[in-house]
């Protein structure tokens, strides 16, 4: 019996009837791969992580990847930075030029590049920063929800994300992600999940599990592993976007079947439009080839295809390698 399938939750006023999340992505989860992820029924949705600093310079290119359509609602506009007056004034800029259903802020890139400048998980090594930078962004926007994404802490010796979560509730969050590996760890070894369900038992908000989701089997074990609100999935979704409608799937006891090489294939050409269309041909074609890798990862037969994808020009020529496929 899956108790667990009538879940819906609340993030704030925020009504979210698919607890099953699109994890923010940089240079993935832009408007095409929202989109498409959207129409298999994720329940949210969120941008790439964005520089508050960028944002607050209205620097085109950064508001360019906050800029999404009425159809991916509900969406959370996720952003980083190092200090409350920054991510203040960026949230509120964030709000009137956009009006998302969410903010979240980034607590969990490991990025050295981010946490030198005291930005992404770099907060997990300063509470009281972290608690700061929360209550600016909460009072900066106070019509929407605030919510986190964290990981448990900069390193084994300073797992911080209980603690981390009892001072953000207090200070106004409204649900936090907690991907439970640590900033040095990066990606090794395996996330934590008891952490989930440690910080699930420490605060009332709703707490979204995140980490090493691979199958559909996993998503069971999660919830019942963690008593979790809602669920975070990044990698599995990666030329995966079904992903989501096999979850529905699979909690209305219904099969769900393997997606068939014809279906695999409409959606890469969607997704190569889609992706031509917001970034124009040139960009648009060159992002489309790591995806088209993703989309036919472990199809032996595809890859003199994911060659010749690689090393194609244009539209046309990725059009033409598709139909031939
Ligand atoms: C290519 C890539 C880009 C990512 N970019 C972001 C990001 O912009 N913001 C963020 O909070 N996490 C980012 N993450 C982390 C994911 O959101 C997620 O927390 C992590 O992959 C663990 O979940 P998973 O095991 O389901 O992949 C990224 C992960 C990947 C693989």
Same mark, same amino acid.
């Given at each position: ?16 009837? !698919? ?285 003199? !295809? ?20």
């Amino acid at each position: 019996m899956k108790n667990f399938r009538e879940k819906k939750i609340k993030i704030g006023n925020l009504q979210i009837d !698919f607890p099953f999340f699109l994890a923010p992505m940089a240079g993935v989860t832009d408007y095409a791969y929202r989109v498409i992820a959207k129409e298999f029924g994720a329940g949210v949705v969120y941008s790439e992580f964005v520089s508050a600093h960028g944002i607050i310079r209205e620097n085109e290119k950064t508001l360019n990847m906050i800029k999404f359509s009425e159809f991916e609602r509900p969406i959370g506009i996720q952003i980083f930075g190092d200090t409350p007056e920054v991510m203040e004034s960026a949230a509120r800029l964030v709000f009137e030029k956009f009006n998302p259903d969410l903010i979240d802020i980034n607590y969990g890139c490991p990025v050295p590049k981010v946490t030198k400048k005291g930005a992404g998980s770099a907060a997990l090594k300063d509470l009281c920063l972290m608690e700061d930078i929360s209550e600016a962004v909460v009072k900066a926007v106070p019509s929407i929800p605030v919510t986190v994404k964290m990981r448990a802490g900069w390193n084994l010796n300073n797992i911080v994300s209980t603690q981390a979560g009892i001072n953000l509730e207090k200070v106004g969050i409204k649900a936090i992600t907690l991907h439970p590996r640590t900033t040095v760890q990066m990606y090794k070894g395996s996330a934590n999940w008891e952490l989930i369900k440690e910080l699930k038992e420490n605060v009332t908000i709703p707490v979204i599990g995140n980490g090493d989701i691979k199958n559909i089997e996993d998503i069971e074990k999660m919830f019942s592993m963690t008593k979790c609100d809602g669920i975070m999935i990044g990698r599995a979704a990666l030329g995966n976007p079904w992903f989501f409608a096999q979850i529905k799937k699979f909690l209305n006891d219904q099969d769900y079947d393997k997606i068939s090489l014809e279906e695999r294939l409409d959606i890469c050409l969607k997704h190569l439009d889609l992706l031509v269309q917001t970034h124009g041909e040139k960009i648009g074609a060159n992002n489309m080839k790591k995806h088209f890798s993703w989309y036919f990862k472990g199809f032996e037969e595809a890859s003199s !295809f994911r060659k010749k994808f690689v090393l194609a020009n244009n539209y046309s020529e990725m059009k033409d390698i598709l139909s031939k496929f």
